[in-house]
């Protein structure tokens, strides 16, 4: 009955995708990695949630901020910070990274999923040690909120 209902749900899908999604013991989610700001950044630290477990997130949503020094070529001498809006919907499951942890870019510092009714079944998750969210897997877009001023001409 089960490989039925997974031939049915997956028939646009690859067979490999569907076999992960069934074989986890997870709902479906998706990792929000801390993003890679810069080509340079070696770490970012979360400098503020702007949602919280449970909370849902919808398309363009501001999720958090970002704070680092490796935003330009040559380390900033104080932090520049971030806004990170989400370009996903559903509900935060899990913040991974409280504020003021540091997370190399493409660590794992929430995770998503797509019904209100899943988030409990993430209460204990621990992403496994070395999982970095894969490129393109989560869709985000940063702006500038501090700590870079506007250099005068001629100086």
């Known amino acids: 009955e089960r490989s039925s209902d997974m031939m049915r749900c997956c028939r646009p899908r690859t067979l490999a995708v569907c076999a992960r999604r069934w074989s986890s013991t997870l709902p479906p ?13 070696t770490t970012g630290t979360v400098h503020r949630w702007r949602v919280g477990d449970g909370d849902p997130v919808h398309l363009y949503d501001l999720m958090c901020e970002v704070s680092t020094r490796e935003l330009l070529e040559e380390p900033t001498p104080n932090d520049v910070v971030m806004e990170v809006e989400g370009h996903e919907d559903g509900f935060i499951a899990k913040i991974l990274a409280p504020v003021g942890t540091a997370a190399a870019p493409d660590e794992p510092i929430a995770v998503l999923c797509e019904e209100l009714q899943d988030v409990p079944a993430f209460a204990d998750y621990t992403p496994p040690a070395g999982t970095l969210v894969p ?4 869709i985000w877009q940063a702006y500038l909120v501090s700590g870079l001023e506007a250099n005068e001409c001629g100086k």
Do not use: I, N, W
């Open 29 to 41: 989610h998706k990792l929000v990695p801390m993003p890679r700001l810069s080509p340079t950044m």
């Open 135 to 138: 490129a393109g897997q989560f």
